[in-house]
């Protein structure tokens, strides 16, 4: 039993999928968030500096587009895919693996949806810092004592002893020297702003009435949701979405929604290998690999 991880935002680098364009379904990916885009992903991943490769649009393009590739190439030869769960950016890739959208339908998902972003960033500055050594209550106690009726939530769960809090930058400011005067580590994020908080609300807001202009089919794969690690489901898919980019990503709790059902292999799609080593963290017991390179593709694909 086997639940795929699509990779978010922050890994991105130049050449990320280069060396997979030979195997049809990353080209074939590729076209279509080209074409769907306006954008040459090809030549942005071959020829794109680190500076427009880090370009939020660009980055949130690539990312997609390599994980959801490799996604396929893997289900194409085989692989018998239980379940889903995307890290933030890694929920809309999860979409068009579950045919919740079709790809075409996704990439403009995509582009709304990282547009309203950068706008909300730009309205609302902001920022994130992971705390080391945190706990829920923790996390949960240190921002109600920074916020100060300032914006200061916490954004990611991304596994026991690392969570990232959100909010207005002097918020954050405030946090970080608290957290420091814990004793304990803490790292600021390089992103454009305070993603999964109410600073997001704008885009949330347009991406929702976007969602009401689609059909969501209901997943052929299990897909757990960021916003509450339960199943995703059609009829709830516009406030789903909507909701996911203003509340917290419960990444660990949806890897653990999956252990508790058996599923015991968890493979990441995507470059970096971030959710892989979380895995780590979150359960020393599961069967963790990840495919973000060709050498790490020919090698899984040598088991399937």
């Known amino acids: ?19 997979l364009l030979g195997i049809p379904e990353v080209a074939d ?3 279509c968030g080209s074409d769907v885009l306006g954008v040459d992903l090809v030549k942005l991943t071959r ?12 980055a949130q393009a690539l990312t997609m587009t390599v994980s959801v590739g490799i996604a396929r190439a893997l289900m194409a030869r085989g692989l018998s895919v239980d379940g889903l769960v995307g890290f933030s950016l890694g929920e809309i890739s999860a979409l068009a693996l579950a045919e919740v959208l079709s790809l075409e339908d996704t990439y403009r998902l995509l582009k709304v949806r990282a547009q309203a972003m950068d706008e909300a960033c730009k ?3 902001g920022a994130m810092l992971a705390l080391l050594g945190a706990d829920e209550e923790s996390a949960y106690k240190l921002c109600a004592d920074c916020a100060n009726d300032e914006v200061l939530v916490p954004a ?8 990232v809090i959100s909010g207005e930058v002097s918020a954050i400011d ?5 957290w420091k005067e814990l004793g304990k580590r803490s790292a600021r994020l390089k992103t454009a702003g305070a993603f999964h908080s109410p600073l997001m609300s704008s885009a949330a807001e347009t991406l929702g009435d976007f969602c009401e202009t689609l059909t969501f089919a209901q997943p052929k794969i299990t897909l757990v949701c960021n916003t ?4 995703f489901k059609a009829e709830e898919a516009a406030l789903r979405l909507k909701n996911q980019v203003k509340s917290s990503v419960l990444f660990y709790q949806s890897v653990r929604y999956f252990a508790a059902q058996g599923q015991t292999r968890f493979i990441e799609a995507g470059v970096g290998g971030v959710l892989f080593n ?19 593709f020919d090698a899984l694909c040598e088991t399937l």
């Open 1 to 19: 039993m086997t639940v795929l991880l699509c990779s978010g935002q922050g890994a991105q680098k130049p050449g990320m999928g280069a060396d």
């Open 29 to 31: 990916t590729f076209a």
């Open 47 to 58: 020829e794109g500096s680190a500076e427009e490769i880090n370009d939020a649009f660009n």
């Open 123 to 125: 309205e609302h500055p």
């Open 156 to 163: 990611n769960f991304n596994s026991p002893g690392q969570i």
């Open 174 to 178: 405030r946090a970080e020297a608290a």
């Open 228 to 231: 509450d690690a339960e199943p």
């Open 278 to 296: 979380l895995l780590k963290r979150i359960d020393k017991t599961l069967d963790r690999s990840k495919v973000g390179t060709k050498d790490e």
